[in-house]
């Protein structure tokens, strides 16, 4: 089991900025998948930002021109840059990793951090 350590959560007034990272402990063959997921209290989870198979970055219309998606391949880390935070970003921030270790599949969620942009 990929177990991923996420940080950088917390309160912000509107306007401000926070940064998410997460990390994902082990080695492994093959990293396929990084992004960041959020889910406000009674809506679906949605996804933020994340990486394509290519290598590209991908953004949910919202947050376009406000969150940075970022990460290094050697440390296995994916950090979320976000600025100009809007009450309408509060939400339980998930980041989420797959790839292939020691042979097998996965697919790993980390714990969730509480982001809550309020004045």
């Known amino acids: 089991q990929v177990q991923l350590v996420e940080s950088g959560g917390g309160l912000v007034q509107p306007g401000g900025s926070l940064r998410l990272s997460c990390a994902a402990n082990g080695r492994f063959s093959i990293i396929n998948a990084m992004g960041w997921y959020r889910q406000a209290p009674g809506k679906q989870r949605e996804l933020v930002a994340a990486?394509?198979?290519?290598?590209?970055?991908m953004y949910a219309d919202s947050v376009k021109g406000r969150f940075t998606i970022s990460r290094d391949m050697s440390k296995v880390t994916v950090d979320l840059q976000m600025n100009s935070l809007k009450p309408e970003d509060t939400a339980v921030y998930y980041c989420n990793i797959g790839g292939i270790h020691v042979g097998q599949s996965f697919d790993s969620w980390g714990q969730g951090t509480q982001v809550t942009v309020s004045s």
């Open positions: 990486f394509t198979s290519g290598g590209s970055t």
